[in-house]
């Protein structure tokens, strides 16, 4: 789905072959990717990329991945988890290195985009908080930090990427299997959301599904209306 972003679709761009410039593994089970994309269309954050991988015997798999830089980053960043029966995932995680080429296709996607001149409420559950990174990098670039509000939930700290970046932005963050400061081990609850809900912010929702489904319920409870809320899944094969 696109949506009209001043008059304007969302930018799109067709299949490249990028160089991989970085990989790091900050957590474990996944792998952060830097890629160099030539003659690349700048993406707005919210969007994603499409890697083709192709076999010897031609065949293919490909899987999207969310967009952790911000539009002015001169690389794109993607923060791949590691699934075991993930075509792609597995080849990204272990064995893709530094100078290696792939094919990728973006940017993609005009549903859940933030322009970054309006307020918003990031509700992200684990690797559903990579586009709020991108988003978070953006308003720190144009010092308009004070438009976010983040909330997100994980198992623990050790398995949130940008955990650190994310808790210096000020996000709040739940964790379901161990105690976060002075807040015990449970799940985002509507209390945890309702200091961060301001008039006129648009909420972006992104996990997997189940964590997609309950945390846009809470905000509906609330009384956000169902048109302020976006709601991007994922799941293995997505």
């Known amino acids: 789905m696109t949506d009209l972003l001043r008059g304007t679709a969302a930018p799109s761009g067709g299949w490249r072959t990028a160089t991989v410039a970085g990989v790091r593994r ?17 993406h707005l954050p919210g969007q994603h990329y499409v890697v083709r991988l192709t076999a010897e015997d031609g065949y293919t798999a490909q ?25 792609v995932s597995t080849y990204l995680a272990d064995v893709v290195e530094p100078g290696d080429q ?27 908080v990579v586009p709020f990174v991108a988003m978070l990098r953006t308003a720190r670039e144009r010092g308009g930090l004070s438009l976010l509000r983040i909330a ?40 945890d959301l309702a200091p961060l809900r301001d008039p006129g912010q648009t909420a972006y929702v992104c996990g997997s599904a189940a964590f997609a489904e309950a ?14 809320i976006r709601i991007e899944r994922f799941g293995p094969s997505g």
């Open 152 to 191: 997100v939930s994980a198992r623990t700290l050790a398995a949130l990427p940008y955990a650190e970046e994310l808790a210096a932005a000020g996000a709040l963050l739940v964790t379901t299997r161990e105690a976060t400061g002075t807040r015990p081990a449970g799940r985002l609850t509507a209390a």
């Open 102 to 128: 792939l094919e990728v296709r973006g940017p993609i996607g005009g549903w859940f985009v933030w322009e970054g001149e309006t307020p918003a409420l990031l509700v992200g559950g684990g690797f559903g």
């Open 26 to 42: 900050p957590i474990q089970r996944a792998v952060q990717l830097r890629l160099d994309v030539p003659d690349r269309v700048d």
């Open 63 to 87: 899987r999207s991945y969310s967009v952790a830089s911000s539009p002015g980053d001169p690389l794109v960043e993607l923060f791949v988890e590691r699934l075991d029966d993930g075509e």
């Open 215 to 228: 945390a846009s319920q809470l905000l509906v409870d609330m009384g956000v209306p169902a048109p302020e």
